[in-house]
């Protein structure tokens, strides 16, 4: 029997799962598994890590789901501090170097891992490489970013970068924090993954929470003051005062190894693979998490979605398949869901925008209601928007803006997408309903209701 | 233009939403609308009367959606206290009682709608009718149930019985007040809308909050004291004594009306409809509500739920029908959630029993995990179980019990029965992921896993 060598490159969810999934399979003695990490932490929470500097969570251990050690314990050769320099793909080995001693080596494989991430998007500013101007990405990023926020936040100021899901819940870090905090965004609302007109709401419920939000507003470069470190955000209205800095401007795919290597990338520069995770073209690559662009069932293309949990799918298909078995991973409906202190914020499906920029055409209708019964305590208001198609009624997309029991509710609109059902269809979901977990209607149903009729409407007229 | 006459029979969800619903295509001048309730209250949620009498909300007019008045001010000839004695289908007429006055009067309609509601179990035992045996089914009910309960619960003991969502829901409410509570029940566990494994989990958290449950005990008879009050709760095994005694035995459809006018009832004595929720053989006879009985989109066999959620929607299709539009009720698939005290109960698709009353084999798996990523503050434990057909790997049921977050888990679960998704299919769910809100892996897509594990297994073996 010979043993069969795979190698991971990247040790954090896809690869880490995929080494997991596939040891689950396969012994030791039928299958050797290296993988290549050049942090220090591996199998982490980086979604976590706003709340660790929040001070909600304790970390970085606590955001570890398994340690390297682990990891070794179950015949999973993973090393840290080593980073794979280059893949070459015909030769069926990568080369690695030992971060600590410089040293390189080779390793060979039959089933090859590309789980290499995503990198924080630093656009080229004057000062933007300054001390205090801080990344969010990996637990050393959150260490340095702990050290940074150390000392206490009195008469302190912040500036994020960006107001998306980073921004807004570094936002939040940040206030419980004790900081003064600003947000500055290029684009006329917060949440550029909402509509703007469901953005708006997010802003005047950060406004309420203290947070300025300067938005419409390019950054131009990072002031810097005694010592080169950063002073203030640049922006060509006006300076932003700050002691802290923290990058929120999304990610992307950190595939540089793999074009290199010649493998297929999409247009966001994520890899390609076909539902199995496979590389395109490439029996025996398989690619996952940050570093791939997924098929979205809704718009039938290809996106980038930096997503921890899409993360730990990817890993199960590529290992379960590389272990022998069977899996695909079909695609994403574009679901997220985030919070700013109280404000829950959830999205499925297309925006507006989105839709337009496939070909689509929609109703769309916006609804109030609230999470519970309206006389039950606690009851919280919550806005839910939908975008149903023309003339067939089928869901295309769902926003919800509230407070308590507001986010986890798009996922009906999740499950409702992937089922492809219309808005009619929706209307009669047998959805849990007692006065203390919903309205008689839940507010998704209400919204059903207002898109069918809308398409109906739309129907009669044309 | 001929003026139609619609009659409703039964002035709360399903009766009046067909009115309002009607009302809203078709004005006065073109339809007249007759409402008559035998009770003093009008479009009210009776789910919400555990709350109320717990003195969690305000009672009994926060718990009316829509007041006689407001009815009447739209155009709808509502009127209380008004009982149909009779329903004459050939001769297109009803018989109402005053219940003030006694007289009685006849009424002719095109259209009539049968919204009957359901009436409480009361099994006919010694004492069952004793001053002190109380009812939660109308707003009626509930005010002699406050009634009861004022005057403080100091050293007072209150038996609830019958342990299903009423029955869990008072003894809350009880608890609150301060009563030392205890509820009897026939079956082996709570919540026999539940698995008993998972009624087990109901009943150590029950226990945990100080309510005593017994199981596995039939009640004999209410004995009485001075004065001929109910005193105490006779099983077969002992006597638990009683200051108040609540009734949770569930309900039964209030069809005796239409049975005495020849309609067709199903199996537990419920209306049977078509799907645009006319009743079967006849073109202008509609029912829904608690008086009939729904598909179960499941089992394929009709089932009788009383559910304000479905009574409402059954209202506005029966209200768009007779209004001159179209819509259907394609059915139901048994969601139901409920709560006592922080416990988070939910069910949906078919019990165990029910699947293989059905006919159905299937594969079951139970597993745990908590309501947010582990590391965040207040992640909850929760048990999911889940039921996939065998070889199909088809979802058949979920049921939940959990803390904060649980109940409308089940909500994913509902959406992919009506897709009729297998479970496989449902591992790759694209569900909100952020650490607030679940862990990497949502406890449903890890119950599905599992299932999809099972149905795997269970066909490699065969």
Not at 38 to 48: D, I, L, N, Q, V
Not at 371 to 379: D, K, N, T
């Given at each position: 029997m010979t043993v069969r060598r795979m190698v991971v490159v990247g040790g954090d969810a896809a690869g880490m799962s995929a080494a997991s999934r596939a040891r689950a399979f396969r012994p030791p003695e039928r299958l050797r598994i290296d993988a290549f990490e050049?942090?220090?932490?591996?199998?982490?929470?980086?979604?976590?890590i706003p709340y660790w500097a929040g001070g909600v969570v304790d970390g970085p251990d606590a955001l570890v789901a398994r340690s390297a050690e682990e990891h070794r314990a179950r015949g999973i050769d993973l090393r840290l501090?080593?980073?794979?320099?280059?893949?070459d793909v015909p030769g069926q080995r990568v080369r690695v170097r030992d971060l600590e001693s410089g040293q390189e080596s080779r390793h060979g494989f039959d089933d090859l891992v590309v789980a290499t991430g995503a990198r924080p998007l630093r656009p080229p500013l004057p000062g933007i490489d300054a001390p205090g101007v801080l990344g969010v990405q990996t637990l050393d990023d959150g260490q340095r970013l702990l050290d940074a926020l150390e000392g206490g936040a009195k008469g302190r100021r912040a500036v994020v970068i960006g107001a998306g899901y980073i921004g807004v819940e570094m936002a939040e870090a940040l206030v419980r924090r004790g900081y003064a905090v600003t947000v500055v965004e290029r684009a006329a609302q917060p949440m550029s993954t909402l509509d703007a007109d469901m953005g708006a709401l997010v802003r005047d419920a950060m406004c309420g929470m203290g947070i300025e939000v300067v938005t419409g507003a390019a950054v131009t470069g990072v002031v810097t003051g005694p010592g080169g470190r950063a002073a203030a955000v640049a922006t060509e209205e006006g300076e932003y005062p700050a002691d802290v800095v923290v990058l929120g401007l999304g990610v992307r795919p950190e595939t540089a190894l793999a074009e290199a290597a010649g493998l297929p990338l999409g247009e966001s520069g994520g890899l390609l693979t076909d539902?199995?995770?496979?590389?395109?073209?490439?029996?025996n690559v398989w690619a996952g998490g940050d570093c791939v662009e997924v098929l979205d069932l809704v718009s039938g293309r290809t996106r980038h979605i930096a997503l921890g949990t899409h993360a730990n799918k990817h890993g199960q298909v590529i290992g379960t398949n590389i272990g022998g078995g069977y899996a695909t991973f079909p695609g994403v409906v574009g679901t997220a869901v985030s919070k700013v202190c109280d404000l829950e914020i959830a999205r499925t499906g297309l925006l507006e925008a989105q839709a337009t920029a496939v070909g689509l055409r929609f109703h769309t209708v916006t609804i109030e209601s609230t999470?519970?019964?309206?006389?039950?305590?606690?009851?919280a208001p919550m806005t839910v928007k939908m975008l149903a198609e023309r003339r067939t009624g089928r869901l295309l997309g769902v926003q919800i803006v509230g407070?308590?029991?507001?986010?986890?509710?798009v996922d009906v609109a999740a499950v409702a997408l992937t089922a492809r059902m219309t808005v009619d269809q929706m209307t009669a979901l047998d959805l849990g309903y007692a006065p203390p977990f919903s309205p008689v209607w839940d507010p998704v149903l209400i919204a059903a209701r207002k898109a069918a009729a809308a398409v109906t409407e739309g129907s009669n007229r044309t």
């Open positions: 050049r942090g220090r932490f591996t199998s982490y929470s980086a979604c976590g501090r080593h980073e794979v320099v280059e893949l539902l199995a995770m496979r590389v395109r073209g490439h029996e999470s519970r019964a309206g006389y039950y305590p606690g009851a407070r308590e029991g507001a986010a986890k509710r």
